[in-house]
């Protein structure tokens, strides 16, 4: 899973740009793609892909902006570092507000992009390790059987065996029962490591919620 | 009816005459009687007076009935032998003398009285007929009265000055709205008082106008400022047409003045509006076309520098990557030529390879130039005035260079006076300056170049203006070396601005 090698994706309609930005990165150890346009970018996107955005804010077609709010429609948390000739306040405020990294203006010192890289790949190791954790605690739950599911659902909102037990009209045995196995195949150690696992997932709220 | 007309008929021309005749022939009978005792000739001139007035009074029926009744007795009572029918020798042609009298008598009298009664009958028609024709004149009287008094109202009630004058345009009438918007009496508006309410700046063409008006007795009309009440002056129409008489000449004038001074204040800031658009635009393609060769300009140049940071880490990298860092300086010499491309590209893009020259009439260009701004000096109420010497050599230059210098000048020059107080003149002049050479002045009545900027205001970027681009003078003075003319500046009479420029003639 963390097996994808970690690298700058370039997107930049002016190709000497993305080839100096490249060489750069290179030079400096850090694998670098470019594309000359979002959409050129977006075809070759994976989920799976690992590092960071060094997006244009002025792109022909969907602008990198545009981009910026597509990438966040779509539930995707790849973090942005963006890049103009001419940032204008209120773009710069936009962008920020929306979650990018940094916002450079060319030419840029080396210093500051590799400071921002870096950044970059640090929030998407998190990113990553999050979505992992939460996808692993997902298919522990889809391993629960459905009353196994109600039991925990009642446990973590803080219900007594008995109760339970009245609830469910089952002997408070059976509950104990159910609750060991919950705390087996979920591999919590104690009530209070499931509960926050539960909260990861927003369960039983809402299944389907990515964090970011 | 039948019946009753009968009767009436045989009452008019029977037993009325009847009775009338022998009523007058006793009469007569009854005082010949006493009479013929006083008179010895038997004595019957009575009975003349008995017919006449039976014919007078009952017509010629009765006149002829008072003949035959006269002529029966005075044979009985007075023609002897007496007594009796039977008339004596001698007294035949008496008789005789006496019925023809009578019957002459009877159809003079008789005719009289048609002719008094026809007379009488005409001249109660006549009465009838002036009855009738002053009810007439009396209705038809009210009529005109209503009718003025209903164009009057209209006349106060149209919500614009309304005035009548004299041949010689004497105001006799004006509605409410004039006098309550000037607040004087009538009286005082006649003649040359008028032209008082008129805006000084206006009066002379007011005055022109109006004469000419008066003269020629065309229709007149003109837009002037008036100055209400309140010493408040508003924009107004006026116009006025003559109503000639029969006889082809003027009889009044009529006179309404129309309201357009909201119109003018939309029209003037419409203009201004426009004015500033067009500014806005020219400076909006400035910082365009800036941030355009800046963007050119950066990509390059970030590309030179991304490379050459690399090209720093493959030397510094153990063991340096020469082979990379050789390819990279490469890439730095491309990306550098092509930032050198764009300057040279803008750099084109604003110089002008094709001169153009063209033989012109410099005066032509002012009076062209004056065609331009005539729009703009009337809202900035500036005067242009004109000093153009005759006889001057054509030029050799590029008319739209040249008008473009003219224009800027003539433009700042308007600037320099928005605040002045006195009149407002802007005054171009052409004349030879030496044999082969015209000299074009523009000078304001403005407060002049202060003393401390006199050296910089030919330099680019330098202006005075809030918005100026600061290039005016900078490009005028290109244009005029480019025409291998100068162009500087020089005191006004009057203490404003006076630039001048020579440009050399047709060789």
Redesign the interface.
Known sequence: MTTAQERVFIVDD?P??C???S??L???GIAAEHYPSAEAFRERWDKANAGCLLLDARLPGISGVEFQEQLREAGLGIPIIFMT??GDVPMVRKVMKAGAIEFLT?????EE?IHAVEQAFTFDRARRREAETVDSIRARIDTLTEREREVMTQVTAGLLNKQIAGDLNLSEITIKLHRRRVMEKMRAGSLAELVKMCERVNWPRTEASETS | MEQGAFSDWMMEYGLKPCAIAVCFVLVALLWTFPLQHVIAYPFVFLFFGAIMGSAWFGGIIAGSVAVALSTLVVTYFFIPPLFSMSVAKDSQSFLTAFFVCAIAITVVSSARKRTESAIRVARDQLEVKVRERTAELVQSNLEIQESERQLRMLTEAIPQQIWRADAGGHVEYGNQHLIEYLGRPLEQLTGQLFFDVIHPEDELLFRRGWHTALESGGNFEIEARVRSAGGVYRWFLVRSIPQRSAKAEIARWYGIHIDIEEQRRAQQSLAAAQEQLSRLSHTLGMAEMAASIAHELNQPLTAVVTHAYACREWLNAEPANLAKASATAEKIVQESTRASAVVSRVRALFRKDVQVRESTDINWLIHELVRLLRDEAIRREVSIRLELAGNLPRLEVDPVQIQQVLLNLAINGMDAMTHSAGPRELAIRSKKHSDNEVLISVEDHGPGVAEEIVGSIFDPFFSTKPQGTGMGLAICRSIVEAHDGRLWLASGARGGAMFQFTVRAQS
């Open positions: 002016d000497a740009i080839e100096g930005l060489n750069l290179e030079s400096v000739a001419h060319k030419p840029f010192q080396k992009l």
